[in-house]
């Protein structure tokens, strides 16, 4: 008996001092640089937004928050590399909508999205547009439906990649208006902005943030966004949806993970210092400037895992029925 007490006790008091270190590194959290690793490189959206948070955290906390890009195959690189570092809360994902594409899109991915990774909070949502070349015989969405139905396989639509929310706003439009439409990928939106600028393709799907500018100058067409409501940032532009396609909402989106075991202690003050950092007025200047979207409140890690379960599960279906596999 004085055995097991023993025994007992020891274990008791263990597990008493764990959660005592536990609650002092969450308490003294941050006390060192937090790296936000971003899988793309410098200038594109993700890394806009990830500069834009990381500044305003240093701010707030006065420990350096640095962006750490590692861009390749739609950032899954920088994922797997995330989910395999310690989870202590300095080493941060910026993740987004393309990698609730990439779990069904490709054979071989190095980390599982919803068991290596854990939500800590949105950071902003964007709506994708759709833009043709201003020699394209087209000034609505019905008559870019028309026109690729009357010439089908030669309507060229460019994107940022195979498997980006760019494409796949692409192949879903497809499936949703029985259009045959040729997806032409490009090794990032740039090149494939300045193609479609050129007239070498003749449409896209570019996030809002990227081809706004080429609309406000008039070197692209604005024809509809693909989020669920008018954009602020285009006036006058209407919803695919409004246009006459249903079922048709695409929006890009970029949150933090962490490593999975992450103590909650951390998670929660990480959400709670990003929330935070939203509402500063230095960010809603950048956002507004951007074209970023502020996440909706209270905007929980729970929040964001139920979105990310939710886009999993969409673009599984849409990649099922496009036939899509990467290695």
């Known amino acids: 008996?004085?055995?097991?007490?023993?025994?007992?006790?020891?274990?008791?008091?263990?597990?008493?001092?764990?959660?005592?270190?536990?609650?002092?590194?969450?308490?003294?959290y941050p006390n060192k640089t937090v790296n936000l690793v971003v899988g793309y490189s410098a200038g594109g959206a993700t890394d806009r937004v990830a500069r834009i948070i990381a500044k305003q955290?240093?701010?707030?906390?006065?420990?350096?928050?640095?962006?750490?890009?590692?861009?390749?195959?739609n950032s899954n690189i920088a994922a797997a590399y995330s989910a395999g570092q310690a989870p202590d809360g300095?080493?941060?994902?910026?993740?987004?909508?393309?990698?609730?594409?990439?779990?069904?899109?490709?054979?071989?991915?190095?980390?599982?999205?919803?068991?290596?990774?854990?939500?800590?909070?949105?950071?902003?949502?964007?709506?994708?547009?759709?833009?043709?070349?201003?020699?394209?015989?087209?000034?609505?969405?019905?008559?870019?439906?028309?026109?690729?139905?009357?010439?089908?396989?030669?309507?060229?639509?460019?994107?940022?990649?195979?498997?980006?929310?760019?494409h796949l706003s692409c192949e879903l439009f497809k499936m949703r208006t029985g259009t045959d439409i040729l997806h032409v990928p490009y090794k990032g939106s740039a090149p494939a902005v300045n193609d479609l600028l050129g007239g070498q393709v003749d449409s896209m799907f570019d996030n809002l943030p990227s081809s706004i500018p080429q609309v406000r100058a008039g070197?692209?067409?604005?024809?509809?966004?693909?989020?669920?409501?008018p954009v602020p940032f285009a006036p006058g532009v209407p919803t695919v949806n409004q246009s006459g396609v249903e079922d048709f909402v695409v929006t890009s989106w970029f949150g933090l993970y962490a490593p999975t075991g992450?103590?909650?202690?951390?998670?929660?003050?990480?959400?709670?210092?990003?929330?935070?950092?939203?509402?500063?007025?230095?960010?809603?200047?950048?956002?507004?400037?951007?074209?970023?979207?502020?996440?909706?409140?209270?905007?929980?890690t729970a929040d964001l895992a139920k979105q990310t379960q939710v886009e999993v599960d969409k673009w599984q279906a849409v990649i099922e029925k496009a036939n899509l596999k990467l290695k």
């Open 219 to 229: 070197k692209l067409r604005a024809l509809a966004v693909t989020a669920g409501d």
């Open 90 to 166: 300095y080493t941060i994902f910026v993740g987004s909508v393309a990698n609730t594409i990439s779990r069904s899109l490709y054979s071989n991915l190095q980390y599982d999205l919803l068991k290596d990774l854990q939500p800590i909070v949105l950071l902003t949502t964007i709506s994708n547009i759709l833009v043709v070349n201003p020699k394209l015989p087209v000034k609505t969405v019905q008559e870019y439906i028309d026109y690729a139905k009357a010439n089908p396989g030669k309507l060229t639509c460019a994107s940022s990649g195979v498997g980006s929310s760019i």
């Open 57 to 73: 955290l240093t701010e707030q906390t006065g420990q350096p928050f640095v962006v750490d890009n590692r861009p390749g195959a």
């Open 262 to 300: 992450t103590p909650t202690g951390i998670i929660d003050k990480l959400n709670a210092e990003v929330n935070k950092a939203l509402k500063a007025p230095a960010v809603i200047k950048a956002y507004e400037d951007a074209g970023f979207m502020m996440p909706k409140a209270p905007n929980s």
């Open 1 to 28: 008996m004085k055995k097991a007490f023993l025994t007992k006790f020891v274990a008791l008091t263990a597990g008493v001092l764990a959660c005592g270190a536990v609650l002092a590194q969450s308490n003294s």
